[in-house]
């Protein structure tokens, strides 16, 4: 059921289309008598405004429409010179078809207009071959186009919703708030303000899905707040967050900790120190993004951690009361050191979020390797990432150009009546599930023929008196693209041809055979699109998410065990910290695979699965493998014992990701290894071994929440075989999740 905000955009929507098409199309044919003209100046609204699901304000529409215009323009051409032959129409409607739907990749404004794009080209690549009418064409293009931007600047304006940058301000002002002690926010609250940065609670138009520097940036200021409020929420639970901000808690050493009047317990300076830094460094962070601008200075924290670390190698060096009583503050000290670093990581990313300019190497270099690369250089690295089999972006993109170039291929071949409407049901009814799409076409074939009927009744009764269908158009276009997206599939194709049939009979004589052609024309179009459906990677992303994230999971393996060899090998620093960008490059694909998992409803209830717990543990890992040879390499080698602890302990956590790797991609798992264990001495309070410690108990207790969701391999394919889906049009921009 609509809500009144979205029922209300919907009219004010149909006003804008509806006025903007007659306002081109009455004046060209009644006043100049330009068929032509007037066809083009009629359906560039509909394309644009109704066909496409352009996100955003009325300002930001109407700038995506004008900035589209001359793409428009040169598939009207493309489509008139090669409208010269079938096979030359059919091979460039699988060029268009593949670029247009692949354009989703940039974002959710281009994949918005895209199916109103693939329109123009439709329109215009079949017969008859009339070179010689593409000044009218062209003409009455720009006038439609011109016109709906007008109407979206002027007529019932959809106004601008928070930004992007505005909802990470006030997260980031949430963590700050937390770490100065001003709120004390439950962990529900913390998570939840993590919760509102997900995509899919972000207006499309405001999300950072562009590849260039700016919107790179902001998305991984992005994960970053929420990663970082995720901390806070697990440390408020814990109780160490309480520890670090009260005026006390324990420490061990002399020289860094001071006597508490109350009774001598010790406080520990060293967090002390560097948490204020922190929360100061979140509070000047959600300030800039209020003002959209960075603040002038060097990195504040590299240095802050650095020192931070020495003070823990100082004190675990120093004689101390108790070992045991030391543990609880190294254990509090490294999960600060996890939270500076968070804030480390978020501050540079809005950093480069807010300028968006090239940058000197910024540390590690694995992530933030965009700052430093040139425009085209990401841009390329987007389109190759995804020209892939594993990249639902790909899929969608092959799906809907196999299916457009048949029905093109077909029309062409049959000689079918207005054709252009079997592309126009192709590209209006072509799900990402086979299921769906199947939906979508019943309705679709049932509103076509009660329309069909309707339009019938209309031609032979009206006949030829153009004068009325001039006054049924307007009115009837206002109904159909206002009831269409309130009521269904069905209304809308039913409408659709009621609008299509008063608008072709007053461009050319026309009797009932006109809804004959229409019926025949869409239920053409839905088999063509049903088959590819059908062909072409048929359960959507379902599987494609299991794939992704069984890959993603076999990558985060050996990069736990090789961060921990390069902490522990001897001498200190022989051991190269493990590459990263594989794993990265998984992550991306896992990231857009979740993304179309989260708009197939049917298809996400059917698996129990956290891939979104998948994609915070893989962060983490990735996070880890950054930060720890970066600040945590001891100076001298490690105790023996512990060092071989630690890398057992890698060990088992890397079984476990392989485990849960094939879990999701349906195999048999090996064998669990892990057995238990006499009790183990206490670890030797080093902060090396300490914050390893810490990082591998948190990995290891979530993966065993995700793998406690993940079936069976039979389980699984008993469900793959019985489970169906629904998705969203490969065409439109669609929901993102993550």
């Known amino acids: ?85 079938t096979w030359a129409a059919v091979l460039g409607m699988l060029v268009v078809g593949f670029l247009l739907a692949f354009a989703a990749i940039a974002g959710p404004r281009p994949a918005g207009a895209a199916p109103g794009l693939q329109l123009f080209y439709i329109l215009a690549c079949f017969p008859p071959y009339e070179p010689q009418t593409l000044g009218p064409r062209l003409t009455g293009l720009t006038v439609g186009v011109v016109l709906l931007a007008l109407c979206e600047l002027f007529l019932l304006p959809q106004p601008a919703g928070e930004t992007y940058r505005w909802s990470l301000a006030k997260a980031v002002a949430t963590a700050g708030d937390t770490l100065a002690g001003r709120t004390s926010p439950s962990p529900e609250v913390l998570r939840a303000a993590g919760t509102r940065l997900r995509l899919s609670k972000i207006p499309p138009a405001e999300r950072p899905a562009g590849p260039g520097r700016a919107m790179r940036g902001l998305s991984q200021a992005g994960s970053g707040a929420r990663r970082l409020l995720e901390q806070l929420a697990h440390l408020t639970e814990t109780g160490q967050l309480r520890d670090l901000l009260r005026d006390g808690g324990w420490a061990d050493t002399r020289d860094d900790c001071r006597a508490d009047e109350r009774g001598g317990a010790r406080i520990d300076t060293a967090s002390q120190w560097l948490l204020p830094q922190v929360m100061s460094l979140c509070d000047d962070t959600a300030a800039a993004l209020r003002a959209g601008q960075a603040a002038a200075g060097p990195q504040r924290l590299d240095a802050a951690i650095s020192a931070f670390q020495k003070m823990r190698v100082r004190q675990a060096a120093e004689p101390a009361a108790e070992a045991p009583a030391s543990m609880p503050v190294l254990r509090r000290q490294a999960a600060l050191l996890a939270v500076a670093e968070s804030v480390r990581i978020l501050e540079i990313s809005v950093r480069v979020g807010l300028d968006g300019r090239r940058t000197p190497p910024i540390e590690p270099r694995e992530l933030f390797w965009y ?92 006949g030829q008196h153009t004068e009325a269908y001039a006054a049924i158009l307007a009115p009837g276009m206002l109904l159909a693209f206002a009831f269409g997206p309130l009521f269904g599939i069905a209304w809308a194709q ?124 893989a962060r983490q890992i990735l996070l880890g493998a950054q930060w720890l040879p970066r600040f945590d390499m ?13 890398r057992a302990d890698a060990r088992a956590a890397a079984e476990t990701t392989d485990r849960l790797a094939a879990l999701c991609a349906g195999e048999r798992p090996p064998p669990d290894g892990t057995r238990p264990e006499p009790a183990r001495p206490p670890t030797p309070p080093l902060p090396t071994l300490i914050d390893v410690e810490v990082w591998l108990t948190s990995l290891t207790a979530q993966l065993s929440r995700i793998e406690a969701g993940l079936p069976s391999a039979g389980g699984r394919a008993a469900a793959e075989a019985t489970g169906g889906g629904t998705a969203r049009s490969v065409t439109g921009p669609g929901g993102h999740g993550s």
């Open 1 to 85: 059921m609509k809500g009144g905000a979205e029922r209300a955009e919907i009219l004010h929507r149909s006003v804008r289309v509806a006025l903007a098409a007659s306002a081109g199309f009455y004046p060209f044919l009644y006043g100049l008598g330009e068929p032509v003209l007037a066809l083009y100046a009629l359906f560039a609204p509909i394309a644009l405004g109704l066909l496409s699901s352009i996100p955003g304000s009325g300002r930001q529409r109407a700038a995506v429409m004008l900035k589209a215009l001359p793409v428009g323009l040169v598939l009207v051409a493309l489509g008139t010179v090669l409208a010269v032959q």
């Open 371 to 462: 700052t430093e690369a040139a425009t085209s250089l990401l841009w390329l690295r987007r389109i190759v990432g995804n020209m892939t089999l594993r990249s639902v972006q790909f899929h969608n993109a092959v799906r809907i150009a196999l299916a457009l170039g048949a029905a093109r291929l077909v029309a062409g071949s049959l000689d079918l009546t207005h054709g252009f409407w079997v592309l126009l049901a192709v590209l209006t009814l072509s799900r990402t599930t086979v299921g769906e799409t199947w939906a979508a076409i019943r309705e679709a074939v049932a509103g076509n023929l009660v329309g069909a009927v309707a339009a019938g009744a209309l031609l032979i009764g009206v």
């Open 494 to 617: 039913g409408l659709f041809t009621l609008v299509v049939a008063t608008a072709f009979a007053q461009i050319a004589p026309a009797t009932w055979r006109l809804a004959e052609a229409r019926i025949v024309d869409v239920v053409t179009g839905s088999v063509i699109g049903l088959l590819c459906a059908m062909l072409a990677w048929p359960a959507g992303a379902r599987q494609e998410v299991r794939r992704t994230m069984a890959g993603l999971l076999r990558e985060c393996g050996p990069l736990i065990k090789g961060t921990v060899a390069a902490l522990t090998a001897v001498p200190p620093g022989s051991a190269p910290a493990p590459p990263t960008l594989p794993a990265l490059h998984r992550l991306r694909l896992a990231e857009s695979a979740y993304d179309q998992f989260r708009s197939e409803p049917a298809a996400r209830a059917s698996v129990s699965a956290d891939w979104h717990g998948v994609l915070i543990a």
């Open 634 to 646: 001891p100076a001298r080698a490690l105790p023996p014992d512990a060092a071989e602890r630690a």
